[in-house]
């Protein structure tokens, strides 16, 4: 696995909800569907995910913080058709096994988003699809300005 350069905070990921910060996701999911969630975190939308799905289907949560696994696995280990394993967006070992691939907020954080796309694809069956929700930072804007001090934080950032 990459080395990992991002935490994220799992008080933060663990008020999300599929409903409310994956809607597009949620519009799109029906029972029976095998799902692969990347970057699951601490798992909060994969079990809205594995609600929608079903008992009749499958959801598997990924990610490469084993921190953040062990609290998914804790809040949300005792549904079925849910399971939790270390793992990474560019190092998937999966061919046409999911109906659906999804990462949330995820390609901004990965040095080779591209791969992680390809490798997103390679897991999902012939003619099913893959839903990326991420942010475009460059088009980030402010009303009124921020102070000089942050925009060029903001800059280094983008840089």
Known sequence: MNAQFHQSDPRILGRRTLEQDHRVLAARLAPGLSVLDISCGTGA????????????GFVLGL???AGLLDIARR????????RF???????????????????ARTLQWI?????AIACMAQATKPSRY????DYNHAASQW????PLPFRAFY?????
């Open 45 to 56: 939308i994969t079990a809205g995910i594995a609600r929608a799905v079903g008992s009749q």
């Open 63 to 65: 990610d490469r913080d």
């Open 75 to 82: 809040e949300h280990g005792h549904n079925q058709n849910l």
């Open 85 to 103: 394993e270390l793992g990474d967006a560019t190092s998937l070992a999966i061919d046409d096994k999911f109906d659906v691939v999804t990462a």
């Open 111 to 115: 040095s080779d988003p591209g791969l």
């Open 130 to 133: 893959i839903m990326v929700l």
């Open 143 to 146: 009303d009124p300005d921020p």
């Open 155 to 159: 800059q280094a950032f983008l840089d």
